[in-house]
């Protein structure tokens, strides 16, 4: 909102090989390089730059990992109006520890760890699907047990249940 920028080849004769150039004047500052820009402003720059880029170019998912890390509270809530702006187009996956963003999400998928060394898989679905976290209902779901799991995924993350089940029932 009110901001500008400028991206540009540094050296125009060689663009393949040349470095690009990106100048921003966030709203109510001067015109500076993404270089002497904190580090909230660059994300933010750098958000924009991908935003305007899904505006010629849409995408129907997208992936984006802690990319709200270096954003104060009022950013990151500028940064979830962006996302929820496209999400009628795009589908975003965040991996993040924001607690803004989880927040704000629809979904949550989760690792914790209720005994030392066994990771389990949680998920929680707000709902309403407004994705504001004040949904009427909460659902959790606990990790689907092995037999939901595709063969694949089973091999690698749960190597020892074979052996596990097979030690039981021989017991039995």
Not at 10 to 37: C, F
Not at 49 to 68: A, G, R
Not at 100 to 108: F, G, H, P, R, V
């Amino acid at each position: 909102n009110g901001g500008e920028a400028d991206v540009r080849l540094e050296n125009a004769d060689d663009p393949l090989e040349s470095n690009i150039e990106i100048i921003a004047r966030p709203r109510g500052k001067k015109l500076l390089s993404i270089t002497m820009m904190s580090g909230g402003e660059r994300a933010l720059t750098a958000i924009s730059l991908l935003f305007s880029l899904y505006l010629v170019k849409p995408s129907p998912f997208c992936i984006l990992d802690e990319i709200d890390a270096p954003l104060d509270d009022a950013n990151c809530r500028r940064f979830l109006k962006i996302i929820r702006s496209f999400s009628g187009q795009t589908q975003f996956i965040t991996i993040t520890h924001n607690k803004i963003t989880m927040e704000a999400a629809d979904n949550l998928y989760g690792v914790t760890m209720e005994q030392p060394g066994v990771s389990k898989l949680v998920g929680v679905r707000f709902g309403g699907g407004s994705g504001n976290g004040n949904g009427d209902a909460v659902q959790i779901e606990v990790t689907p047990t092995e037999d939901d799991l595709p063969e694949s995924i089973r091999e690698r993350l749960l190597p020892n249940i074979n052996l596990a089940r097979e030690d039981s029932s021989s017991s039995s």
